[in-house]
T-cell receptor, first 117, second 115 residues
């Protein structure tokens, strides 16, 4: 079974500062990894995903994440925070079941990103 | 291309009642998944349907059931509601052609309150 740990339920950064949201996963098979963002009273929007290939993945709104197999990590970064980045961020993992079909996404508990002016 | 829509947006029920939540997937998407998001938590996978058949299930009891229809709509039914069923219920659709690496597109959710 897979699991996701997001370190820090709340992260506060100043506008213009680096954003770093941490995600570690546990999976017995090669994972597919996702970051989603959720604004208040809205559903989830995909920021980026890693499936195979290049380990540095670029997403929307200037976010990127690096898959590090040796560290079982998939941390999300953005060089310069903007006020509009304030939201809840979820890291998620999915793995193919061996006999076919697919399990659903397993999400972390989320990190609330606060941007200070 | 329309996105994923869900209805109703909010719902209040009492313990023991039954509820049906509805989702309309993006056109052409053969896979729909349902998630439960309790307050302050990440979404939890309930089940997934592919071409009208259940394709996978999370750790939820049988009183959570679903249906998927040929017109890309689907339902989540919950019987014998319990107070802990109060949550945001999210529907997500994906094309269903390349498996787990596909992006799941989420709807805005239905917020259910059980009193």
């Amino acid at each position: 079974a897979q699991s996701v740990t997001q370190l820090g339920s709340h992260v506060s950064v100043s506008e213009g500062a680096l954003v770093l949201l941490r995600c570690n996963y546990s999976s017995s098979v090669p994972p597919y990894l996702f970051w989603y963002v959720q604004y208040p009273n809205q559903g989830l929007q995909l920021l980026l995903k890693y499936t195979t290939g290049a380990t540095l993945v670029k997403g929307i709104n200037g976010f990127e994440a690096e898959f590090k197999k040796s560290e079982t990590s998939f941390h999300l970064t953005k060089p310069s925070a903007h006020m509009s980045d304030a939201a809840e961020y979820f890291c998620a993992v999915i793995t193919y079941r061996f006999r076919g079909g697919a399990d659903g996404l397993t999400f972390g508990k989320g990190t609330h990103l606060i941007i200070q002016p | 291309e329309t996105g994923v829509t869900q209805s109703p947006t909010h719902l209040i029920k009492t313990r023991g009642q039954q509820v049906t939540l509805r989702c309309s997937s993006q056109s052409g998407h053969n896979t729909v998944s349902w998630y439960q998001q309790a307050l302050g938590q990440g979404p939890q996978f309930i089940f997934q349907y592919y071409r009208e058949e259940e394709n996978g299930r999370g750790n939820f009891p049988p009183r959570f059931s679903g249906l998927q229809f040929p017109n890309y709509s689907s339902e989540l039914n919950v019987n014998a509601l319990e107070l802990d069923d109060s949550a945001l219920y999210l529907c997500a659709s994906s094309p269903g052609t390349s498996g787990s690496e596909e992006t799941q597109y989420f709807g805005p959710g239905t917020r259910l309150l059980v009193l």
